[in-house]
């Protein structure tokens, strides 16, 4: 009979690149906050993306990375980051997030629920629900805990950011 050895994995995992949706809600905050917690080890590469419809992309960018740079250095993981922002209707916001994920393959995609219930979210769309069923990676939403629900001046303090003079770690 023949006999198989298992030996452990020695070394550190292999870097995730890993896609989040963000769209600057508590929510959303959350999620991100849950990624860090959770999700992103050192070396891995989060890649953020933005879909807006009217804003100019120099604001929503400036604003995305002043929230990635908070919570980065609330969380203390060497995490290498982009932004990429994306015009679009926010009616088509999972149509272009799906795109994306096809065109850079990461490892998953996350973002966060809004928490609306099964019906709200059929009449008014969700995004989470339509990268559920289109997306081309696996995908996780990450829901807000009922405690961050209660504590949502917190993660808006997050969301105004706290500036210290770090380098750039944007790729």
Known sequence: MAQSIVSP???TPASKNVL???DEST???AALNWAFDYLLNNGDKLTT???TDKEASE???SRVKTLLRAVWQSNDKNVSMSVRVLHGSNSKAGELICKLAAEVNP???VLGSAGKSHVKGLLVGSVSNYCISEATVPVIVARMRPEDEED???LAAIS???RRSISPFFA
């Open 160 to 162: 105004a950011g706290r």
């Open 9 to 11: 994995v020695v070394g």
């Open 152 to 154: 949502r001046g917190r």
């Open 20 to 22: 989040f949706a963000l």
């Open 107 to 109: 490892s998953m995609l």
């Open 49 to 51: 993306v933005v879909v």
């Open 27 to 29: 929510h959303s905050i």
């Open 59 to 61: 604001a929503v960018l």
